[in-house]
T-cell receptor, first 115, second 113 residues
């Protein structure tokens, strides 16, 4: 049981490049989400999904795209990287039934730098 | 405008003493609150939570207090240990399990041996 895995751990991009941050979980969780962490800003929600085929925007969705074709995977795509997207990205998953927040599991994060 | 605020970016305490981390919120619809702990190069991990129908929840050395009228919650760690040194995030939610968590900006706790 690996929990939530994220790849890559580190990435450097040039402005305008695109890339996909991978996230996978093996706990059969319906709910998956992406956050970014910036100094002094805490964790801000980018996009989330309550199940395969269902996604929705969070607080800071601009410049990012997601899809959820399987329960296990929830990739985050940067369409055209900008320096403002330099951040640490965390993927998280949990069940959706009842008060399941206690069981929200986070991945180890991807540190992205956009030059 | 941040709905969950942690106004102290950092806190330093001596080993064995009490650590008190504070969190304020503005959204009166929040009805569930959580604390997460984060070590460097790791994702946040759940620490303790409290429902708005309670004013206190205890788990070992960790106690969370909720003051709904003041829209304020605090995390007490007694006694503090060097292994508690980490960033602590306060988070809040409203409604059903399908709603996302709103996080504060975090407080870095340093416990001095």
């Amino acid at each position: 049981n690996a929990g939530v895995t994220q790849t890559p751990k580190f990435q450097v991009l040039k402005t305008g490049q695109s890339m996909t941050l991978q996230c996978a979980q093996d706990m059969n969780h319906e709910y998956m989400s992406w956050y970014r962490q910036d100094p002094g800003m805490g964790l801000r929600l980018i996009h989330y999904s309550v199940g395969a085929g269902i996604t929705d925007q969070g607080e800071v969705p601009n410049g990012y795209n997601v899809s959820r074709s399987t329960t296990e995977d929830f990739p985050l795509r940067l369409l055209s990287a900008a320096p403002s997207q330099t951040s640490v990205y965390f993927c998280a998953s949990r069940r959706t039934g009842g008060r399941s927040y206690n069981e929200q599991f986070f991945g180890p994060g991807t540190r992205l730098t956009v030059l | 405008d941040q709905q969950v605020k942690q106004n102290s970016p950092s806190l330093s305490v001596q080993e064995g003493r009490i650590s008190i981390l504070n969190c304020d919120y503005t959204n009166s619809m929040f009805d569930y609150f959580l604390w997460y702990k984060k070590y460097p190069a790791e994702g946040p991990t759940f620490l303790i939570s409290i429902s708005s129908i309670k004013d206190k929840n205890e788990d070992g050395r960790f106690t969370v207090f909720l003051n709904k009228s003041a829209k304020h919650l605090s995390l007490h760690i007694v006694p503090s240990q060097p292994g508690d040194s980490a960033v602590y995030f306060c988070a809040a939610s409203e409604g059903t399990g399908r709603r996302a968590l709103t996080f504060g900006s975090g407080t870095r706790l340093q416990v001095q041996p």
